[in-house]
């Protein structure tokens, strides 16, 4: 079964940083779109930012120019880099693999942005 695995949330304040890394352990994901997905409390899922295997980006516009997506090396398939955290981006954040035949979710990391 393939599994994703995210590392890096925490508690922050604003304006403050943080690195998100999804790690895939015995998988390769390398010919699936990769993307990040935040729930905030009380909120749908929804996509951040993701990355097609020919590394076309896209990014949601509330995130443009303080987050960077980009694809890992070895185990960690994808990282996400956030900058200038605002309260907003609170959420609990996922790392999906978007492959032809089936989508993969990590379980999960919380980051808290605090004002």
């Known amino acids: 079964q393939a599994q994703l695995m995210e590392s890096g949330g925490g508690s922050v304040q604003a304006g403050g940083s943080l690195k998100l890394s999804c790690a895939s352990p015995g998988w390769n994901f390398h010919l699936c779109t990769m993307g990040w997905y935040r729930q905030p409390p009380g909120k749908e899922r929804s996509l951040v930012a993701k990355?097609?295997?020919?590394?076309?980006?896209t990014y949601i516009s509330s995130v443009k120019g303080r987050f960077t997506i980009s694809r890992g090396s070895g185990r960690i398939e994808l990282i996400l880099e956030m900058n200038n955290l605002k309260t907003e981006d609170t959420a609990e954040y996922y790392c999906a693999a978007l492959c032809p035949i089936e989508t993969y979710w990590g379980q999960g990391t919380q980051v808290t942005v605090s004002a």
């Open positions: 990355i097609t295997k020919d590394g076309d980006i």
